[in-house]
């Protein structure tokens, strides 16, 4: 269990704290998570209902991710050392256990959802040219692109598979659905690379695919799974969302403001892959135009850095803006949450919209 439990780390700062791009991404939340969130909110009490549950999920992926080629073993073992919070298991598990039991139907589609995750993180990691991933060094850092696409391949068609062993056709296609808006999310955000024209509809349109779908899938299925009916089912899939969404604007800001020991990935990617992000995105709309175009030319450059870029984010207030937009659709997710009777699996439903907005990685 020592693999899935991480702390988070750090307190959140208070409003008296001074300003610093560091702080900024904490000094604004919106209510009614402002109460709960003075007390950090840590990932073992998110975990603790489901953790029998996570950890034969866990069991599942190391036996699976495992090869007799000792080439393929070095590479599988890479993909078992990217060990993330595990938070779409975990909205698949919870969501089944406030709608019903679990079964080994949830339990594979669970670990099927996080393979189809890490193959979309070594895949971005190409896209990226990215050097780092959970303080791990990337599978193209290492091997190159073709070895890591080539990862990203077996990763995904073994999920599949894994999944078949739900027994579910639906559960097949949910996941199969989810893939393919992932990939399109993707194709969509490097179309519009270098677009610095993107409004902030487009960009959640990229992010609710590219992000919040594979959370909203491991909630639907989680419901699904248990028997709840289809309303009761699109409203978990809707929870799911709402914080996939705020859990990437939050992923977007700490690019810019995190600390790389905590983020444990390499820092200002948007900005060096020209990717428009909300806080760019709302920099830009609110600069005369003066700012506006030496913004954009600075961005369109290529060579930009954080360093270059925060003064014009910091005096449009861009950073704290997205903050709290990112609060409003964590506090959908929580009111929705509180709605649920009570019970430890819907307690920790609504912890983890804290969550999302006390981490710092």
Same mark, same amino acid.
């Given at each position: @269990?020592? !693999?899935?439990?991480?702390?988070? %780390? ?12 560091? !702080? ?54 890479? *993909? ?31 670990? *099927? ?7 979309? +993180? ?7 040219? /990215? ?41 097949? &296609?949910?996941?199969?659905? /989810? ?7 993707? @194709? ?7 677009? #610095? ?13 590219? $992000? ?25 899939? @809707?929870?799911? &969302? ?18 790389? %020991?905590?983020?444990?990935? %390499?820092?200002? $990617? ?6 428009? $992000?909300?806080?760019?995105?709302? *920099? ?6 003066? &700012? ?6 600075? +961005?369109?450059?290529?060579? /930009? ?17 997205? &903050? ?8 959908? /997710?929580?009111? #929705? ?25």
């Amino acid at each position: @269990m020592s !693999q899935i439990i991480q702390r988070s %780390t750090g307190p959140s700062p208070t409003n008296s704290d001074p300003v610093s791009p560091q !702080q900024a991404v904490g000094n604004s939340i919106s209510e009614p998570i402002r109460a709960s969130i003075q007390t950090p909110v840590l990932l073992e009490s998110i975990y603790e209902p489901i953790k029998q549950e996570l950890i034969q999920v866990e069991a599942i992926l190391h036996r699976e991710l495992t090869s007799d080629a000792p080439w393929v073993e070095q590479l599988l073992e890479h *993909s078992r050392l990217l060990v993330g919070k595990r938070m779409r298991p975990v909205f698949l598990l919870l969501s089944g256990s406030n709608c019903g039991e679990i079964t080994e139907a949830h339990l594979h589609c669970a670990a *099927s959802l996080e393979m189809i995750h890490t193959a979309t +993180l070594i895949h971005d990691d190409v896209l990226d040219e /990215a050097d780092t991933r959970h303080h791990v060094p990337t599978a193209n850092s290492r091997w190159g692109n073709k070895v890591s696409v080539l990862l990203g391949d077996y990763l995904f068609t073994h999920a599949f598979h894994l999944a078949s062993f739900s027994g579910s056709t639906a559960a097949m &296609r949910i996941l199969a659905v /989810a893939s393919n808006r992932v990939c399109a999310g993707e @194709m969509r955000q490097n179309a519009w690379v270098g677009n #610095f024209d993107l409004t902030e509809d487009e960009y959640l349109m990229i992010i609710s695919e590219k $992000t919040a779908e594979l959370c909203s899938c491991g909630c639907r299925l989680g419901a699904l799974l248990s028997g709840a009916d289809e309303t009761t089912v699109a409203r978990f899939e @809707m929870y799911g &969302r709402n914080l996939g969404i705020a859990f990437q604007i939050i992923d977007d800001i700490l690019d810019l403001v995190g600390q790389p %020991t905590n983020v444990g990935k %390499t820092l200002g $990617t948007d900005i060096t892959n020209k990717k428009p $992000t909300l806080p760019v995105i709302h *920099s830009l709309a609110n600069l005369d135009d003066a &700012r506006r175009n030496k913004l954009k030319a600075l +961005l369109a450059s290529g060579e /930009a850095s954080v360093e270059d870029v925060m003064p014009f984010l910091l005096s449009t207030d861009s950073i704290v803006y997205s &903050r709290d937009f990112a609060a409003a659709y964590a506090n959908k /997710a929580a009111e #929705f949450a509180n709605e649920l009777p009570t019970n430890k699996f819907s307690t920790a439903l609504e912890n983890v919209a804290n969550f999302v907005l006390e981490r710092s990685h």
